[in-house]
């Protein structure tokens, strides 16, 4: 294995240098190469002048990323534009589309801001109508998930390492003797679902950020099952556990959620900042994994067989996916995950496949220098949406209620930025995207609730609100 990873990392060195060794290998920002090679004819602050306005949001020649990246590269020679293809790499006009996008959705959210609502308020959306209501208000410390068990009873987990029993508007003391987790950067206490069966079978899961033999210099993501009597955790076994040598001091990509499906169990790892490593399957960072709900590896998984890969994987080549949900309907699961600087993307998940990361995306590096040229290649899959900018994905649900009919197995997608996304599947492709509210905070998850309604956990301020019809 040793060996094996060495060589691995020659290679992930070979492939992340071909791109830069073609025109030029700078790293100017996205920022400075506008500054310097189109604000001439576009205006410093893109309002335009012989070029034309690039944040307004016509875009003449194409509103695809494929067309502004294509008259960027070759140019509008009748019009007087002219083509970058021989000055810019592919990688330095990726992170020109992604800077664009940026600018445009500004100028969008000052002409046009999605809806902002205050508690009380009816809001207007395409489909329904719907008010804010706030079910905790207060006493909560970064909530980072809430589950619902079939009696009307609420888990929530805080990040800082407790889990809750909410009932139903009552805040209790947390959970004795759930494990121990180190809240380092974005790890913590996250994920928290009950077991399908939890009427008959009473166990609750958790996937938290586990320091390594107690040591809190190094974290992993893992997952335990365990049962709550008299307000103490008990009865754990553990789920996943990656590895000591997967565990690692960067506090960020965690990943995670977690979803039943059919007698499975299905939940997300961060690449954990490994980058490449999504795309090894020796390796468990930036992967989706399916296994039974006690642990055991089903023998269908995708790599189950193959030497040296890590059994449970069910998709790889992700970045740090924090939206998981199943869609009742086909049992199709879908994930949100964030991306870099733009590239968040909205994902079906299927069997075995290689979603990219980081070879192909939409995003570039968060300092606004390139990060690969290439949005799409053979063999890797598409996102069914992408957000450049990125909203920060966090939180999914697939609307399975009936107190807002039109919505109906409509995707709800979060985000750290404060936006609540409404997404529609039709025929494998995503149709449409509403922006259904903003500015009440970080939306850190999204969750069906028994009654019908639309739950949202908020961080800043930490709080748990809920949408509920107008009339
Ligand atoms: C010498 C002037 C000049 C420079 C420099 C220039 N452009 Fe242009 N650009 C134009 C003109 C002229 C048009 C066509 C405007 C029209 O159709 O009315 C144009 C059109 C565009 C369009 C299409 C807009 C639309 O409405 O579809 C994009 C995108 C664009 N430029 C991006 C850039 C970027 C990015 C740079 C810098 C890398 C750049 N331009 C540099 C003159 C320039």
């Known amino acids: 294995m040793r060996t094996g990873r060495r060589a691995w990392i020659y290679v992930s060195l070979a492939l992340t240098a071909l791109p830069l060794a073609g025109i030029q290998a700078r790293q100017d920002k996205a920022n400075e190469l506008y500054l310097e090679s189109c604000a001439s004819c576009h205006g410093a602050n893109f309002e335009g002048g012989l070029g034309g306005n690039l944040a307004d949001g016509q875009w003449k020649h194409g509103s695809a990323d494929s067309d502004i990246s294509r008259v960027i590269s070759q140019g509008l020679p009748n019009l007087g534009m002219p083509s970058f293809e021989k000055t810019l790499s592919a990688e330095q006009i990726r992170s020109l589309v992604v800077y664009l996008r940026e600018k445009e959705k500004e100028t969008a959210s000052q002409t046009s801001p999605p809806p902002r609502p205050t508690e009380g308020d009816v809001v207007k959306s395409l489909e329904h109508d719907y008010k804010v209501e706030t079910v905790i208000k207060e006493g909560l410390r970064t909530p980072w998930s809430l589950a619902f068990l079939p009696d009307g009873r609420q ?15 009552l805040l209790p003391e947390p959970i004795s003797g759930t494990p121990q987790v180190v809240e380092l950067g974005q790890g913590g206490m996250l994920d928290v679902i009950p077991s399908p069966d939890f009427a008959k079978d009473g166990w609750i899961y958790l996937a938290f950020a586990d320091p390594l033999d107690g040591e809190k210099k190094s974290a992993m993501l893992k997952i335990v099952r365990g049962r709550i009597r008299d307000q103490a955790w008990t009865d754990e076994e553990v789920i996943f556990q990656a590895a000591p040598d997967f565990y690692s001091p960067a506090g960020h990509h965690f990943g995670t959620r977690m979803a039943f499906d059919s007698g499975y169990l299905y939940f997300i790892v961060g690449e954990r900042g490994g980058m490449m490593e999504a795309q090894d399957i020796t390796r468990p960072n930036g992967k989706i994994f399916r296994v039974f709900p006690d642990g055991r590896i089903p023998e269908d998984n995708p790599f189950a067989a193959q030497k040296n890969a890590i059994p449970g994987i069910w998709s790889y080549g992700h970045r740090n996916p924090q939206g998981l949900a199943i869609d009742p309907r086909d049992h199709s699961l879908y994930a949100t995950e964030h991306g870099p600087r733009g590239g968040d993307e909205f994902n079906i998940i299927r069997k075995g496949a290689n979603y ?32 450049t900018p990125s909203i920060a994905a966090c939180g999914l649900a697939c609307y399975t209620g009936d107190k807002f009919p039109n919505w109906k197995h409509d995707f709800f997608a979060g985000g750290l930025r404060g936006e609540l996304h409404r997404i529609r599947i039709q025929n494998g492709k995503a149709i449409s995207d509403e922006i259904i509210l903003s500015g009440l905070g970080r939306i850190r998850d999204v969750r069906n609730g028994p009654d019908g309604y639309l739950y949202i956990v908020l961080n800043q301020p930490d709080c748990i609100v809920r949408l509920v019809p107008a009339k």
């Open 155 to 169: 888990l929530v987990t805080e990040r800082p390492g407790a889990l809750r029993m909410v009932d139903p508007t």
């Open 356 to 387: 990219g990361w980081p070879v192909i995306s939409y995003g570039m590096n968060y300092d606004g220098t390139p990060l690969t040229g290439l949005t799409e290649k053979p063999g890797m899959e598409q996102p069914l949406a992408q957000w």
